[in-house]
């Protein structure tokens, strides 16, 4: 079992940046895979960037590549999004999730952290 724990959401104007952060429990945190997602209340949840364990490749939605940055550190169990150069369309809840495997379904989700830009 692993319990996903966001933070460092908040309110930002355009263009500028926050840091969130996703605390997850587990010894094995390492060999997750783990990503961001998020949702608006008029949309469905979308992708937003992923990491996987096995040589830390990342992949981004086309919509935040070059703007967001997703790391890892497994020494503190924590995975990052380094968001810069904010838009009022990032605006959402942003969910971090992981996963067993390298591809498919994630398996278990963080409650989310409410991004809010302005503009």
């Known amino acids: 079992q692993v319990q996903l724990v966001e933070s460092g959401g908040g309110l930002v104007q355009a263009g500028g940046s926050l840091r969130l952060s996703c605390a997850a429990s587990g010894r094995t945190f390492s060999r997750y895979r783990m990503g961001w997602f998020r949702q608006t209340p008029r949309k469905e949840r979308e992708f937003v960037a992923v990491i996987r364990w096995l040589g830390g490749s990342t992949y981004y939605s086309d919509s935040v590549k070059g703007r967001f940055t997703i790391s890892r550190d497994n020494a503190k169990n924590t995975l990052y999004l380094q968001m810069n150069s904010l838009k009022p369309e990032d605006t959402a809840v942003y969910y971090c999730?992981?996963?067993?495997?390298?591809?498919?379904?994630?398996?278990?989700w963080g409650q989310g952290t409410q991004v809010t830009v302005s503009s």
């Open positions: 999730a992981a996963s067993v495997s390298d591809y498919g379904e994630y398996d278990y």
